[in-house]
């Protein structure tokens, strides 16, 4: 037997866990949760499926720290985009603008990946990884707004979670950043309207 030559088994001594889920989430980002195979992931992580498993126990435990990842690395600074010394009308501007912008960051991956992974697939377990960070996003809204408005802070919010799932959909069907923002200043526009 060769012992020279032999390829060594598991994954390489290099191999960084932060990078591969950094690389993890633009795939599930490009083509969604479930046009990734593991193959995919292997592939582009550099791994044999055992380290795969070994290193993140399965691809929808991959896929929360790919989401938890983008949360922190990506997502929207909800607490800062709706700051309480910004009026309401200021604030969803504001929104409503950071997302066209970050929607349309990646040309490769355009859209938000939780607001993208949240209208479903057929996983259960990423399903609810998704869904329970899209709720939390909602929360974290809804407490911005009743901050200043105490009367209809959950109707706003949805209506905030709405314009955004709208400018993540028109991202991905590949509207530029210009359009987007000019949905987003639309939707701001009405909703100061509706309140006057």
């Not at 083509?31 to 498993?53: K, M, W």
């Not at 990423?126 to 709720?135: E, F, I, N």
């Not at 407490?143 to 955004?164: G, H, S």
């Amino acid at each position: 037997m060769d012992t020279k030559n032999a390829k060594p088994r598991g994954r390489p001594r290099a191999f960084d866990v932060d990078e591969a889920v950094g690389k993890a989430q633009a795939l599930f980002h490009q083509r969604g949760y479930d046009a990734v195979s593991l193959t995919d992931l292997t592939g582009a992580l550099g791994i044999n499926p055992p380290s795969f498993y070994a290193a993140f126990g399965s691809k929808a435990d991959l896929y929360g720290r790919a989401l938890e990842r983008y949360a922190k690395t990506e997502g929207l600074d909800f607490e800062r985009l709706l700051a309480p010394e910004k009026s309401l009308e200021d604030a969803l501007a504001a929104l409503f603008e950071a997302a066209a912008v970050a929607y349309t960051a990646h040309p490769d991956a355009t859209g938000c990946l939780v607001i993208e992974g949240a209208r479903g697939g057929t996983d259960a377990i990423a399903c609810d990884k998704v869904k329970t960070l899209w709720r939390q996003s909602r929360q974290v809204v809804r407490d911005a707004i009743a901050r200043r408005e105490t009367d209809r802070p959950d109707e706003i919010a949805d209506y905030a979670m709405a314009v955004l799932a709208g400018i993540s959909a028109s991202a991905r069907d590949g509207l530029d950043v210009n359009r987007l923002r000019a949905i987003g200043r639309t939707a701001s526009r009405a909703f100061v309207h509706e309140r006057t």
